[in-house]
């Protein structure tokens, strides 16, 4: 749910910049804005697979599976960030923190992820976590169906490489999103992806305005994917975030900055301010 | 494993708790500050306005301001890190989250006239209003057609539906071709029934490509020797087969061919772009071939299943009527309500031919009622055709 303030300073820049680059090129989008669609639905369609699997598991009480789901459910829905948080309620009750709440993990209305998150790292248990799962699982299901019915909005689309980015920073990169289960590294991972999925399909676009523009992009997603690299497990996981030596740990801040401040400019690139 | 709820040391809550004090104290400087700034700036160019979070309440929390362009300045000058956002509906227009206490930042939002919802800080806390007034601009632009930008996102979402319906054709012909190649005539039958489904959902868009299209859905007249010629293959052809013949005999190249077919349907359906102004002339189009032709049964001679194809036909109508909708409320008022009637007439003729799960027959449906069903897919199309003009589409 948290971004960082620190792209915003550049997103200032290229809203200043009035663009009249509508024309028939703007058609162009189409097919990537679509093909970004059809990306989230696949995503979408998964986190509600995978959510059911991971709610059935808290509510046997089954806490290893349960524990085992968490980090990999969640992955489909870091990825779809941009859109998905467009839903205001249903990001909140999905995917907000404790702080988002007057009474913290207390409060009712603390749902969602991390309130099982907390249940199943912080207490160790399922017990009254019954309805938070089933919880859960109405909530994505009723994601799925927004999406669907969800025209996507073409600067909401191509922003949310960025706004991907701008999340890495502000929650991945300090591991405050996880901070029970320190599983942060699949989110970041999963951010990434998100975000170059969105950066590969304007691709063709992105050469024709400014090629050096889009080898730095690649440049920086490659250094941040190098990293992470080395927090993978033989499973296909990552390790617990607080085993991130400090010196990755700022290793990471560089590109990524470089990346959210980078493609905060997109919008504009894209004729689309 | 670390327990992050454990307590924190006493000193360590003691710095916490200090520099949360501080942070307050600069937040009420940043403040002041930003009157100071926003007061200067109001002057210069007008329309920025600064929003405060507090602990339980923003302020103000309720704004009316003209549509354009505006600034949010929100200072955050609560305990939290927390968010700020402009709601139309259940959807985020604009947003700011993690704004970091004692903090500021700036929200650019180009707003449309209408009412909105605030979400200010922590969940819990009240929702704001803003309300945002039409200016001479505002009506000036909504008056005005379009721009090229405005049919992106229909045109994706097109593009999306023919993914989706093409996907389904793909498997429901692959699900059928299993069935001829078994041999099960009943399965078969009821498996073509399902993939005409689909098709004829998408068929607008597929009869752009004449060649391909000919090799899926045409019809044996097209045919020298009609039935008897072995250059007649597709859908039909396999319909003759099921339903005229009653076996499945000779009939698995057919399906085979027909899976080929399909999936590079769809591949070309979603390689082609399709151009804002084709969009509307093939719904269109596809309406005028039911209401000129195929309302005498032609097109589903041995199955009789031919309102199940129109109905399909209206829902791909539906579709791109659905998708315009935004753009057609804005710039053509008086067409909108005029093709929903259309719409609803056609829906309703259709849906009174129903049995059960399934559509009557063709062949129990009267001359009488076969006109009255040529002359409402006109009327419809009739008002699809005022699209173009209504939005300017050519003239993109």
Same mark, same amino acid.
């Given at each position: 749910m ?10 200032? !820049? /290229?809203?200043? /910049? ?9 058609l162009?989008l189409v097919q990537p804005i679509s093909d970004y669609k059809i990306y989230v639905t696949d995503e979408v369609g998964k986190l509600v697979t995978e959510t059911k ?7 046997? !009480? ?11 459910t969640?992955?489909h829905y870091e990825a779809i960030e941009p859109i998905a948080e467009l839903f205001s309620d249903l990001d909140a009750a999905i995917d907000s923190?404790?702080?988002? &709440? ?9 749902t969602g992820f &991390? ?19 089933d919880g859960l699982n109405n909530d994505v299901l009723r994601l799925q169906k927004q999406i669907a019915d969800l025209t996507f909005p073409p600067e909401k689309v191509v922003g949310g490489a960025?706004a991907l ?16 289960? &320190? ?11 998100g975000?170059?999925k969105i950066?590969?399909l ?48 700022? /290793? ?20 689309l301010? | ?16 708790? %200090? ?66 956002e402009i709601l139309d509906g259940v959807l985020v227009v604009e947003e @700011? ?12 939002a180009?707003l449309e006239?209408g009412d909105y919802a605030?979400t ?7 929702r %704001? ?17 379009p721009?090229?930008t405005a049919f992106i996102g229909p045109l994706s979402e097109y593009r999306v539906y023919l993914n989706t319906q093409g996907g389904a054709l793909?498997q ?25 489904v689909p098709?004829q959902r998408l068929a607008p868009a ?54 080929? =077919?399909?999936?590079?349907?769809k591949?070309?359906l979603l390689?082609?772009?399709i151009?804002p102004?084709?969009l509307v002339?093939i719904v ?9 032709? @195929? ?13 199940? %194809?129109?109905a399909a036909n209206l829902e791909g109508t539906g579709k791109v009527i659905d998708l315009l909708r935004p753009l057609l409320a804005k710039s053509a008022a008086?067409?909108l309500p005029?093709i929903d009637t259309a719409q609803q007439?056609l829906a309703? @003729?259709l849906a ?23 002359? =409402?897919?006109?009327?419809l199309?009739?008002?699809l055709?005022?699209i173009?003009?209504?939005l %300017?589409?050519?003239?993109?």
């Amino acid at each position: 749910m948290k971004k960082t303030p620190l792209a915003l300073l550049f997103t200032l !820049g /290229a809203l200043s /910049a009035p663009s009249f680059a509508a024309d028939a090129s703007s058609l162009d989008l189409v097919q990537p804005i679509s093909d970004y669609k059809i990306y989230v639905t696949d995503e979408v369609g998964k986190l509600v697979t995978e959510t059911k699997a991971f709610t059935d598991a808290v509510k046997k !009480g089954d806490i290893a599976t349960a524990k085992k789901l968490y980090p990999t459910t969640r992955v489909h829905y870091e990825a779809i960030e941009p859109i998905a948080e467009l839903f205001s309620d249903l990001d909140a009750a999905i995917d907000s923190r404790e702080d988002d &709440h007057e009474n913290g993990v207390k409060a009712d209305d603390f749902t969602g992820f &991390h309130r099982i998150e907390y249940g199943l790292w912080a207490q160790n248990t399922t017990k009254g976590y019954e309805g938070f799962a089933d919880g859960l699982n109405n909530d994505v299901l009723r994601l799925q169906k927004q999406i669907a019915d969800l025209t996507f909005p073409p600067e909401k689309v191509v922003g949310g490489a960025a706004a991907l980015m701008e999340e890495v920073a502000a929650t991945k990169v300090s591991g405050e999103e996880d901070r029970y289960s &320190h599983t942060d590294l699949y989110d970041f991972q999963s951010n990434v992806d998100g975000a170059k999925k969105i950066v590969d399909l304007f691709k063709p676009q992105i050469v024709k305005k400014d090629k050096a523009f889009a080898d730095k992009l690649d440049k920086n997603f490659a250094t941040v994917d190098a990293i992470l690299a080395k927090y993978k497990t033989k499973g296909g996981g990552f390790e617990t975030y607080d085993k991130v030596k400090d010196a990755d740990r700022k /290793a990471l801040i560089g590109p990524v900055n470089t990346l959210a401040e980078d493609l905060s400019t997109l919008r504009g690139k894209l004729g689309l301010d | 494993m670390s327990n992050p709820t454990q307590q924190p040391p006493r000193l360590l809550r003691a710095a916490v708790a %200090g520099s949360v004090i501080l942070m307050i104290a600069a937040g009420g400087l940043f403040y002041y500050a930003s009157q100071v700034a926003s007061e200067k700036r109001k002057a210069n160019a007008g329309n920025e306005i600064t929003v405060t979070i507090h602990p339980k309440s923003c302020e103000p929390n309720a704004l009316t301001l003209p549509a354009g362009r505006a600034s949010f300045r929100i200072v955050n000058a609560s305990d939290r890190a927390v968010e700020w956002e402009i709601l139309d509906g259940v959807l985020v227009v604009e947003e @700011r989250e993690n704004i970091t206490p004692g903090m500021s930042q700036l929200i650019n939002a180009n707003l449309e006239p209408g009412d909105y919802a605030i979400t200010c800080g922590l969940l819990s806390n009240p929702r %704001g209003t803003l309300k945002v007034t039409p200016t001479a601009e505002s009506d000036a632009r909504a008056k005005a057609r379009p721009a090229m930008t405005a049919f992106i996102g229909p045109l994706s979402e097109y593009r999306v539906y023919l993914n989706t319906q093409g996907g389904a054709l793909v498997q429901a012909v692959d699900e059928l071709a299993a069935a001829i190649q078994a041999g099960d005539l009943a399965q078969a039958r009821a498996l073509y029934a399902a993939a005409r489904v689909p098709y004829q959902r998408l068929a607008p868009a597929a009869q752009r490509f004449a060649q391909l299209n000919n090799a899926v859905d045409a019809r044996a007249d097209y045919y020298e020797k009609r039935e008897q010629d072995p250059a007649f293959t597709g859908f039909h052809r396999l319909e003759y087969g099921l339903f005229a013949q009653n076996s499945t005999d000779g009939l698995a190249p057919v399906a085979q061919q027909l899976q080929a =077919d399909v999936a590079t349907l769809k591949a070309q359906l979603l390689a082609q772009p399709i151009p804002p102004d084709q969009l509307v002339n093939i719904v269109a189009r596809n309406l005028h071939t039911l209401a000129d032709t @195929r309302y005498n049964g032609e097109q589903e001679r041995y199955s009789h299943l031919d309102l199940s %194809g129109f109905a399909a036909n209206l829902e791909g109508t539906g579709k791109v009527i659905d998708l315009l909708r935004p753009l057609l409320a804005k710039s053509a008022a008086k067409l909108l309500p005029q093709i929903d009637t259309a719409q609803q007439k056609l829906a309703g @003729r259709l849906a009174g031919l129903r049995e059960g799960d399934t559509y009557k027959p063709y062949d129990q449906v009267n001359d009488e009622q076969r006109k009255a069903i040529a002359s =409402d897919a006109r009327a419809l199309a009739d008002t699809l055709d005022g699209i173009d003009q209504a939005l %300017g589409l050519s003239a993109l």
